[in-house]
């Protein structure tokens, strides 16, 4: 007997299996999951010029039985704030049945904390994720569901760290007729890492500038700095400013009068 199969709603492909005649049972290997297929059966009689094959059976329509899917693709993060962000993902290319609902997991990297599992619906491609920490680095996995749960796709996401907090207690100091010491503390929040501080200053009657032009950098681990070759007798206004990683790396300032 010859037992031909062709795959339904693709592009046609045929494949035929030998069985001995006194057989009336085969196994079919090496098909693909929830794929609908047609088989035929023919009998064959060999004969002195060849095997001659009879009339094939009716097709009978059977569809195999689901089974996990791949991976989501395409699974990407975008950041919307310091402690959130979207995590979005595409279909599987071979969801080998019905897609049920995607599991999402999310984590913090090389952390013993635990962590979180979220099961969404089928038609759910994106996600917000809330409560994060800022400038920390997420793994976050996606995988669909049909019977069972296919192959996670992973990504490693860090999240923007926010502005830092404004220095604290600023205090300045006169160190003679043209020299003012300033002192500062760190920001109750760095949110990220600091990496220097910025002191502004000008003279009171001079107004406010919109980009002040006297700024000095201070490193991080030294929250001083001296003011020199100032105008005897004048009010000046002191601005420190703290500066960490961020996109808009700095964060508002602490302000002082001092004459």
Request: avoid cysteine; glycine fraction near 6%; charged fraction near 20%.
């Amino acid at each position: 007997y010859r037992a031909g199969t062709d795959r339904l709603k693709r592009s046609v492909k045929t494949e035929t299996v030998v069985v001995l005649g006194s057989e009336r049972t085969s196994i079919l290997n090496e098909l693909k999951p929830y794929t609908e297929y047609l088989i035929q059966v023919a009998a064959v009689n060999v004969v002195d010029r060849g095997d001659l094959e009879g009339t094939l059976s009716d097709k009978v329509s059977v569809r195999t039985n689901e089974s996990a899917p791949s991976a989501p693709v395409e699974l990407r993060f975008a950041s919307l704030s310091p402690t959130s962000g979207t995590i979005e993902w595409k279909p599987p290319d071979n969801p080998n049945g019905i897609i049920r609902n995607y599991t999402l997991i999310y984590k913090e990297t090389n952390q013993e904390k635990p962590a979180y599992t979220l099961n969404l619906g089928p038609d759910d491609l994106s996600y917000e994720l809330h409560n994060l920490s800022e400038s920390v680095k997420y793994t976050v996995s996606v995988a669909a569901v049909t019977v069972s749960t296919g192959t996670y796709s992973n990504i490693n996401v860090t999240t923007v760290p926010e502005t830092p907090g404004s220095p604290r207690n600023l205090r300045v100091t006169r160190a003679g007729s043209s020299f003012l010491y300033v002192t500062w503390e760190d920001p109750l929040r760095s949110n990220g890492i600091i990496k220097q501080y910025n002191v502004y200053y000008w003279r009171q009657d001079e107004g406010p500038p919109s980009n002040p032009s006297k700024r000095d950098s201070r490193p991080k681990d030294a929250p001083f700095h001296n003011l020199t070759s100032l105008r005897a007798y004048t009010t000046y206004v002191i601005n420190v400013t703290a500066v960490n990683n961020a996109k808009k790396p700095e964060g508002p300032a602490a302000t002082e009068t001092y004459r």
